[in-house]
């Protein structure tokens, strides 16, 4: 055998080995995750809908895969500081956290350094739901609709004072675009979750609230708060005889809250496919889907590009709200 054949044997068995290795490396990669529980951090306190939808979802998450996926509570900062971590740990699948309207698509807004940029040190993995947001108020007032409200406030501008889950938070948000379209003053009273708000809503010491149905239905069902208007562009099932904030004169509202998983950028593309993959099927389960219908929560689980195009989207809508109502850091 002359050299040169030698050495083209050479060269096209080095391009099998690499070829093959190429198929090989991702299903290897694929088959060793997760290796170990996976963290998932939730920008807030327990009790709120972020913390239900996260751990609604973590729990089938956990029968699917061979390893649990582990809640972590991390409140406080609008959601910066629990980003912060989540953007500096190890791109390997065994990190994720919640994002959602107030994390992704406002704090770029409204916080001048948070130490990470969601749209370059974050992957999104998957969206989780959409839930509708609901504005309720506590039963002693004398509100039955949000015309009620309105026509109060803007006799007495700022006296009515309203929660939130904190600063960016849907809550917020959603009263802030509320503010802007009816053009009243109400007081913000920040607080680190939507349990301990809840607690000084039902309590009276708050008039007003908004969050997603998840952490309020239960409230309304039971007489304990009263739901005025709903942010969504048409009533909702659970709700048939609340109308919408477009309903009551303010065409063209609508805020919802929604949820995805991101991971840390630089993670492999296989791991990201894998971990939506098993979300849509753990959102198709019985326990989540009755769950989430009961709510009139829309589920997700889409690929990764969808969420990353929702997220953009919803960067251009809350730009805009966020400059026009002045939001600040309290």
């Known amino acids: 055998m002359t050299k040169s054949h030698w050495n083209r044997r050479l060269t096209l068995k080095a391009f099998l080995a690499s070829t093959l290795a190429s198929f090989l490396k991702p299903a290897v990669s694929q088959v060793n995750w997760p290796n ?138 959603a009263m802030e675009y509320l503010k802007l379209a ?21 309590a009276g010491r708050l008039q007003a609230f908004s969050a997603g149905t998840p952490a309020l239905l239960q409230h309304i069902r039971s007489g304990k708060l009263r739901a005025i208007a709903t942010g969504t562009p048409a009533r909702i099932s659970s709700l048939p005889n609340v109308p919408t904030v477009s309903e009551s004169g303010y065409k063209g509202f609508e805020s919802v809250q929604w949820y995805g998983l991101l991971v840390p950028a ?5 791991i990201i496919k894998r971990l939506q993959e098993e979300s849509f099927k753990a959102l198709r389960t019985p326990n989540v889907a009755e769950r989430f219908a009961s709510e009139d929560a829309l589920i997700g689980g889409g690929p ?6 929702l997220i953009t989207q919803q960067q251009r809508v809350w730009k805009d709200v966020v400059i026009k109502a002045n939001i600040r850091v309290d």
């Open 266 to 270: 630089q993670t492999p593309e296989n």
């Open 304 to 309: 990764a590009a969808e969420f990353a195009a």
């Open 182 to 202: 009816t053009g009243i003053e109400m007081t913000h009273i920040p607080y680190k979750g939507t349990g301990p708000a809840l607690t000084d809503l039902l």
């Open 36 to 173: 170990r529980p996976i963290r998932f951090i939730v920008p807030f306190v327990p009790g709120g809908t972020s913390d239900i939808v996260a751990r609604t979802v973590a729990q089938e998450l956990s029968r699917q895969l061979p390893y649990p996926v582990v809640i972590e509570n991390k409140a406080g900062g609008g959601g910066v500081p629990a980003m912060q971590e989540v953007s500096k740990a190890a791109p390997d699948g065994h990190t994720m956290i919640l994002g959602h309207v107030g994390s992704l698509a406002v704090n770029p807004f409204i916080f001048n350094n948070t130490g990470y940029d969601v749209n370059r040190d974050f992957a999104p993995v998957t969206l989780l739901a959409k839930v509708p947001s609901l504005f309720v108020v506590h039963p002693d007032l004398p509100f039955e609709s949000l015309k009620d409200l309105v026509a109060y406030a803007k006799r007495y501008p700022g006296k009515l004072n309203y929660g939130s889950a904190g600063n960016a938070s849907a809550g917020h948000l």
